[in-house]
């Protein structure tokens, strides 16, 4: 007697598909990081579309450094092409995850903004995200609303303590 492997449903695939583009290590990381790099790019930037620049052009070279390092952490073992392709694979949650934030800075020069207020609308666009992402990481935990409303806020709170942390850094 076979086993029979039923095909994901409609919903599993999209939950997948998500999972792995904003659920993801690498997307949580790359969502802190373009936030700080915007952050960071406020300080000597004369529009907003300098940021925008500035921060995706940063997280590109992130992301490529993802896709080095797990290219020559995976490629003994399974050729330098598989590992190429799962690095791009696993790193690709860094961009997917900026995506926001880079729509958030689109409309903010769309409507000339001050660089000031699209930076600040991006990290509060930074802290929605996280805190849905928080939201659900305690839903998947089964948590009561209570705890999931409390955790959806300290998630949110803690990825945006991260970016000013990175920004005093540099």
Not at 156 to 164: E, S
């Amino acid at each position: 007697m076979s086993a029979t492997v039923e095909s994901p449903t409609g919903w599993a695939r999209v939950r997948a598909w998500f999972d792995v583009r904003f659920r993801s290590p690498a997307a949580i990381y790359g969502l802190i990081v373009f936030a700080a790099f915007v952050t960071i790019a406020d300080d000597h930037a004369e529009s907003v579309g300098e940021v925008l620049v500035s921060a995706s052009s940063s997280l590109v070279v992130f992301f490529i450094a993802h896709v080095f390092a797990h290219t020559l952490t995976q490629h003994a073992e399974h050729g330098l092409r598989h590992a190429t392709a799962e690095g791009f694979r696993h790193g690709a949650g860094m961009l997917y995850a900026s995506v926001p934030s880079v729509l958030v800075l689109v409309f903010a020069d769309a409507a000339d903004m001050s660089v000031e207020d699209a930076s600040e609308l991006c990290g509060w666009s930074t802290f929605v995200v996280l805190g849905i992402l928080g939201y659900f990481a305690y839903a998947r935990r089964r948590a009561n609303l209570v705890m999931r409303l409390l955790g959806a806020f300290s998630t949110a709170c803690l990825g945006l303590f991260i970016v000013i942390l990175e920004y005093a850094v540099h």
